[in-house]
């Protein structure tokens, strides 16, 4: 594992994992402040898992 802090502040934490439920519920745990970047599968799975959040609180009527 790799923490790097850029310029901006923020922080680029690379390692490696396989993709699961248990891995892309950590990365949500984090919220807005997450990214991944690499590799793009896992990039489109999480991407696809906030939609569906945002599905629910877009369609839930509260």
Not at 44 to 53: D, G, P, Q, S, Y
């Amino acid at each position: 594992m790799e923490i790097k802090k850029l310029d901006d502040g923020t922080l680029e934490v690379t390692f490696r994992y396989q993709l699961s439920d248990w891995i892309f519920l950590y990365l949500l745990s984090f919220g807005e402040y997450v990214e991944i970047i690499e590799p793009v599968e896992a990039r489109n799975i999480l991407k696809e898992k906030a939609r569906k959040i945002l599905a629910l609180y877009q369609n839930s009527g509260h």
